[in-house]
């Protein structure tokens, strides 16, 4: 038998001896490590480890929790790190800081993650209604939004607050109501461009109907763009609560969140720095990890085909 006429069966024995599948419509043979690094980086693997210790310490911070948040000991007031069991240090009234820091996490990521999916809901919905109904109703629409964006928003969000009241649901439909305009603005000017492309036409002169195409061609077009900006703007409403909390107009006097964790370490600065720089390093840490897993959903898109520019 000639040489040539053994190497499909020997390339058939070393490929069942390493476990890979030489048949193209088998879904293992697509999948290898260079495939894998071409959609990964160093940057994207930090992202991820740091978003998972994120959301472990946001849903399983109650059973991490070394002592009760809102419990001190007077004795143990001003507790370096790490001294008198306290990992973190302790603060004026003896409260563990590393268990306030995880509930203050868990409470600015509640508010945060509410108020976003309500911007996106919001700023989703109408930013499809302005870029697929022309004449009135997208003029109304641009014109609210272009009304909205001109005053600060943080300004904004203390003036209701004070007029509203303090307390979760006042801050999280604060936030919620008066921040989704980054994503109408997004989605409005994609939607707009993928209404103008050659299938959207030609589902239109099929007769598919209007909700179809909205929800069925137009809204998988601009998911990407969603999950970075969601990802962005909930760095930023981390920020913002954590900045209404510190003035003493967003949680409630008491309650272990980072903005009052700040608020009650400024008096002590000299005397305990740890007092502030616990919640700081929890700000920063939180902001970082929401960037970069924005960052990371961004590289990805290029990576795919879809030009995302933030």
Same mark, same amino acid.
């Given at each position: ?234 760095? %930023?409403?981390?920020? #913002? +609560? /954590?900045?209404?909390?510190? $003035?003493?107009?967003?949680?409630? !006097?008491? =309650? @272990?969140?980072? %903005?009052?964790?700040? #608020? +009650? /370490?400024?008096?002590?600065? $000299?005397?305990?720095?740890?007092? !502030?720089? =616990? @919640? ?5 840490? #939180? ?24």
């Amino acid at each position: 038998m000639p040489e040539n006429s053994k190497q499909p069966s020997d390339a058939l024995a070393i490929a069942k001896t390493a476990g890979v599948s030489l048949n193209p419509l088998d879904p293992t043979s697509r999948f290898n490590a260079s495939k894998l690094k071409q959609f990964t980086n160093t940057e994207i693997v930090i992202a991820f480890i740091l978003f998972v210790t994120l959301v472990i310490l946001a849903v399983f911070g109650s059973f991490l929790q070394t002592h009760d948040p809102m419990q001190g000991d007077l004795l143990k007031r001003f507790a370096k790190v790490g001294e008198k069991g306290y990992l973190l240090g302790s603060d004026h009234l003896g409260r563990d800081l590393w268990s306030r820091a995880v509930a203050g996490l868990q409470w600015s990521m509640a508010c945060a993650l509410t108020a976003n999916v309500i911007n996106l809901l919001i700023g989703t919905s109408l930013g499809l209604m302005a870029a697929e109904k022309e004449g009135w109703a997208r003029t109304i629409i641009r014109q609210f939004t272009d009304t909205l964006q001109s005053f600060p928003f943080l300004v904004v969000a203390i003036v209701v607050v004070v007029i509203v009241g303090h307390g979760f649901v006042p801050l999280v439909l604060t936030l919620g109501l008066g921040a989704w305009v980054v994503f109408m603005r997004v989605v409005y000017a994609e939607a707009t461009s993928i209404y103008q492309r050659d299938y959207v036409k030609a589902a239109r002169i099929a007769g598919v109907s209007r909700s179809a195409i909205m929800f069925g061609h137009v809204l998988p077009g601009v998911r990407a763009s969603l999950f970075v900006i969601f990802a962005f703007h909930f760095a %930023g409403l981390l920020i #913002a +609560e /954590s900045a209404l909390s510190f $003035l003493g107009i967003g949680a409630p !006097l008491g =309650v @272990p969140t980072w %903005g009052n964790m700040l #608020a +009650e /370490s400024r008096q002590y600065l $000299l005397k305990a720095p740890w007092m !502030l720089m =616990v @919640p700081a390093g929890a700000i920063v840490l #939180a902001v970082i990890t929401m960037n970069l897993v924005g960052d990371g959903i961004a590289s990805l898109s290029r990576k795919r085909g879809r030009s995302i520019d933030v």
